[in-house]
């Protein structure tokens, strides 16, 4: 049976765990919020108690602050940044708007730890008060959007680098390819040639183009509107605070930090974060497209595309033995789906702001935050065990060339549309070549057909068999 202690709050008493670091507010959140049963994602701890540390240092800094008990909550703060007591952050990421609840949760754990350094006891004889200490400067309107653009801060490095390396993998790939001529597809059906190393190199062009859209978003995260309080106004925060815990927060995290151009906008607003998870969203987009391609051209593999193969990861049947399936290219797209929605919840939650006050902070923190970590991870996965060790089967991809109806694309220029049409139609319904019905038809002699017909002059500009 677990053990209690009563404290209070401004409702009333409340049970609260006897070992628990949180307090009364914290509770009755967990009470209240039964909901998904997730934590508070780990970046955006990290930012709501980077934030706490900033304003202790500042409101010292100010005078407003005694020194012992800043330098209490300063180094309770250390030891959560360095990964202790990470347990007591349990409010549910579904729960009240505007996250009051999870900035009160970080003020009760601060407050309580920090009087236990100051030889306190958990729970009682409080030397360390959650509001008018811990929270002092601050509102929950402006420590939560700014510990959500910390935290996204903290996790775009990882998701660049994994981007970065899918980038270059697919490179890597478009290089070692670039000789194979193969069908290209259009609308799923037969088209004129292609090299596959092209090919791979419009993915590796589109994940660079989604990495540029992710940096250029990202730049936006780096005005913040901590100072701002309850409405922008900055009531109960000095302008030498202001000013100071900016600073402190660019020292404390080397992020290119600045004070908010209008501290009202960026309290009403929450576009800043939707930009940066719409580029994100787009990413996602362009590498489920991707790995369904991938999919595509490994399938088979015997009766279907195969061009390329996918390394083998896992057995992919209870019940046909022998059967290998694509299971990181799906993997991949299930989790650019759920980066999809996470970004449909970012967009909702922007529009649902309204007049002084976004309150759906916990939504953009949970959403935006849980999808870029689970992009950067799905995207390493599937780099470095699917992508990385593509391999092509020549003979494959040769063999389907000669069978495309569509070479007969490069006669056009000799014997007009119409009549190639016919070609066409001819081969097809005759379960014939293209070259085989020019040479039976005499529309062009041998010598003449091997220079128009091949296949690696049409995949650059020019017309194929003129020099």
């Not at 390394?311 to 993997?331: D, H, L, R, T």
């Not at 797209?333 to 996470?342: A, K, P």
């Amino acid at each position: 049976m677990t053990d209690f202690r009563t404290e209070r709050d401004t409702l009333g008493s409340v049970d609260v765990p006897a070992d628990a670091l949180y307090g009364a507010q914290t509770q009755r959140a967990r009470d209240n919020f039964q909901i998904s049963g997730l934590p508070p994602q780990p970046d955006y701890v990290w930012g709501m108690v980077t934030i706490k540390k900033a304003a202790a240092l500042t409101n010292m800094d100010t005078g407003r602050l005694d020194k012992a008990i800043g330098d209490a909550i300063v180094a309770a703060a250390d030891e959560i940044l360095a990964g202790r007591h990470g347990e007591h952050f349990v409010i549910d990421p579904w729960q009240a708007g505007a996250g009051t609840s999870h900035n009160m949760n970080a003020n009760e754990v601060l407050a309580n730890r920090a009087s236990e350094l100051l030889g306190g006891t958990r729970g009682a004889d409080r030397r360390v008060h959650p509001n008018d200490h811990v929270n002092l400067a601050q509102s929950s309107n402006d420590t939560n959007p700014t510990a959500v653009r910390l935290g996204a801060l903290r996790v775009l490095p990882l998701l660049i680098h994994s981007l970065r390396g899918l980038q270059a993998a697919l490179e890597d790939k478009a290089e070692e390819f670039d000789h194979i001529v193969k069908v290209g597809r259009t609308h799923l059906q037969d088209a004129v040639p292609i090299r596959l190393g092209q090919e791979l190199s419009g993915y590796a062009a589109a994940i660079t183009k989604g990495i540029e859209r992710i940096e250029q978003a990202g730049e936006t995260l780096g005005e913040l509107n901590i100072g701002a309080t309850a409405a922008g106004t900055g009531i109960n925060a000095e302008p030498s605070y202001i000013e100071g815990i900016v600073g402190h927060l660019r020292d404390l995290t080397g992020f290119d930090l600045r004070r908010g151009a209008n501290f009202f906008r960026l309290t009403q607003s929450g576009a800043d974060m939707a930009h940066l998870s719409s580029a994100v969203r787009n990413a996602a987009v362009e590498i489920s497209r991707i790995a369904s391609d991938i999919r595509l051209l490994a399938s088979g593999p015997r009766t279907a595309i195969g061009e390329i193969v996918l390394p083998p990861v896992q057995p992919g049947s209870s019940i046909m033995p022998g059967k290998v399936n694509p299971s990181m290219a799906e993997m991949m797209n299930m989790v650019c789906f759920q980066v999809i929605g996470c970004d449909e919840v970012c967009s909702l939650a922007a529009h649902g702001g309204q007049l002084d006050l976004n309150v759906f902070w916990p939504s953009f923190g949970f959403n935006l935050l849980f999808s870029m970590n689970l992009l950067a991870r799905g995207v390493t996965a599937f780099t470095d065990r699917a992508v990385a060790g593509i391999v092509a089967d020549e003979a494959r991809c040769r063999a389907l060339m000669e069978q495309s109806l569509m070479l007969v694309t490069a006669l056009t220029d000799y014997i007009g549309y119409e009549e190639a049409a016919r070609v066409a139609k001819r081969a097809h319904s005759e379960r014939k070549t293209i070259r085989e019905v020019v040479l039976e038809q005499e529309i062009m002699d041998e010598a003449q057909l091997d220079k128009v017909l091949d296949p690696t002059p049409m995949t650059e500009p020019g017309v194929p068999g003129r020099s």
